[in-house]
């Protein structure tokens, strides 16, 4: 075997070995005392990020699985099949550092409901990282993130609370509500359904059934919408000459 090859072969089998499952299974989690967890939600919601005390370093982690895209900056090799589960980036300095990976022996839940650590390490060695995720029954599905730089390598923390990381899943009241519309997004989509409807609906009976055919007879209620400026105008000098009525006496 040529030297070439011989490297070539050894650099596969370190690949294999030291590659990490992408997705590692979180659905059934039992502590000491019996206690169950699902953090099947929390591993659906994505990155969890949250920058350090003095806002140099954004670490960013993922529940139960490996695909951050976390090139090394001294090593790009490490994490990079198929990708880091907590991943340290400068915020202030270019440096990105792969802190580890997950797997199913390194998901630990605590007794009595309190949460869930899960610890991630380097495929290299060296580097290892602590995530805690403490049990919030009726709170938010993401909170309280901090993340702490630490003076050794081997000291990463990051923790925060979520319902998701409580027993069964947190129960049928807690639900990741990231990228969901707020009620007032929902109420202006409605309005502005209604009133796109309400334009084309009547300027199409305008144009049938009225022989309309400039934009100011095709158009509903000209007359009223041409109006509205001076009746708000007028709505808001009675406002105000009342107030002023109210002041002086």
């Known amino acids: 075997m040529s030297t070439l090859a011989y490297g070539l072969f050894l650099v596969l089998l370190f690949n294999v070995a030291y590659s990490a499952d992408p997705v590692v299974p979180c659905t059934a989690i039992t ?25 140099e370093w954004t670490y960013t982690v993922t529940i139960c699985k490996n695909q951050l895209p976390c090139v090394q900056s001294n090593d790009p090799t490490v994490c990079a099949n198929p990708g880091a589960g907590y991943c ?28 869930v650590e899960l610890t991630y390490k380097s495929p290299r060695g060296g580097r290892v990282g602590k995530v805690t995720v403490n049990c919030d029954q009726g709170g938010d599905f993401i909170s309280k993130t901090v993340a702490i730089s630490p003076q050794t390598v081997n000291g990463y923390t990051f923790t925060f609370s979520s319902c998701g990381a409580c027993p069964g899943g947190g129960g049928s009241g807690c639900h990741d509500t990231t990228g969901e519309l707020s009620g007032g997004s929902i109420f202006l989509i409605i309005v502005f359904s209604l009133l796109f409807v309400y334009v084309v609906s009547v300027s199409i009976f305008n144009y049938v059934k009225n022989d309309a055919r400039t934009p100011m007879e095709i158009l509903p209620h000209v007359s009223f919408w041409k109006s509205v ?21």
């Open 31 to 55: 502590a000491t005392d019996g206690t169950k967890y699902d953090l099947t939600a929390l591993a659906n919601h994505g990155e969890i990020k949250a920058n350090d005390e003095k806002s």
């Open 229 to 249: 400026p001076g009746l708000v105008q007028d709505g808001v000098s009675f406002v105000i000459s009342k107030i002023r009525s109210a002041v002086g006496k």
């Open 88 to 115: 340290q980036k400068g915020i202030t300095a270019n440096f990105i550092y792969c802190i580890g990976v997950v797997d199913a022996t390194s998901i630990v839940g605590k007794a009595a409901g309190a949460g």
